[in-house]
């Protein structure tokens, strides 16, 4: 029986880059985990740095965030309220530029390259980064910090977010800062057990169907049993992903995604 994982996807990293600094939203929860990561990235004293994921429309948060300025840029890993509700707030007290061209720049001397990352949304994007011999990437929530993300479900696709672990496979080495949780010392080993986990529990609901489930709350009980049952709503967004992968009706979802994270 694969377990619900609550622990790091890989071991933690033992320190962030002088280039990174955490600032962290008021707004733990058991789908936000400590709270909605915004990240800082400034490796040129004095230059405007960037912002990534800007974070709620918290005054408190915004205000602590632009405390770091000068900041020049402001860049979202996706569209989730979490994520950029302060954005455009953020962006009138700042006059940062809310950069959407999904290309490489060098920016307060870091060279940020956007990556499409589909999955837990359709819009996700991951943000790798390097200055000097220090290297990174900012994953959002394609993979967390701690315990896995949801596929949420119209707007994710989990053939989508399969095919966006494979990529991230391919950064052995990079620290992964993600969107909420702690940093994790190897994106690419992050990446290889979210694929393992991803497995595991398609072939759970491969099984959970034959043994009769009929809708995917049904596959939600068998398959989540060991989960606490407030996280279920999130659970049965993956599983919809689940069985829409496995071209298994799920009939209508009876509940809206707000498209954070969780199993």
Request: hydrophobic share 45%; proline share 7%; aromatic share 6%.
């Amino acid at each position: 029986m694969t377990a619900h994982v609550t622990t790091p996807a890989a071991a933690l990293a033992d320190r962030l880059p002088e280039w990174v600094t955490l600032v962290r939203a008021a707004n733990p929860g058991p789908m936000t985990l400590d709270g909605t990561n915004t990240w800082v990235v400034r490796a040129t004293a004095g230059a405007p740095a960037v912002v990534i994921d800007p974070g709620p429309l918290d005054e408190g948060h915004l205000a602590a965030v632009a405390a770091h300025g000068p900041i020049g840029t402001v860049l979202a890993t996706h569209g989730h309220p979490d994520h950029v509700e302060g954005l455009d707030r953020f962006a009138e007290l700042t006059g940062a530029t809310v950069l959407r061209d999904l290309g490489s720049h060098e920016l307060a001397g870091v060279t940020i390259t956007a990556v499409a990352t589909p999955g837990h949304t359709a819009d996700s994007v991951c943000f790798v980064a390097a200055a000097g011999a220090e290297r990174a990437v900012f994953t959002g929530d394609t993979i967390l910090g701690r315990g896995t993300t949801v596929v949420a479900h119209p707007d994710g696709d989990l053939g989508d977010y399969l095919a966006s672990l494979e990529l991230l496979t391919g950064y052995p080495g990079f620290l992964a800062l993600p969107g909420h949780g702690p940093a994790l010392a190897d994106c690419a080993v992050a990446a290889r057990f979210y694929l393992s986990h991803r497995q595991a529990r398609l072939d759970q609901v491969r099984q959970a169907v034959a043994d009769g489930a009929k809708t995917a709350e049904e596959v939600v009980a068998a398959v989540y049993a060991d989960v606490d049952p407030s996280l279920w709503p999130a659970a049965e967004w993956s599983v919809r992903a689940q069985l829409a992968y496995l071209g298994v009706p799920s009939g209508e979802s009876r509940r809206g995604s707000q498209g954070l994270d969780g199993p």
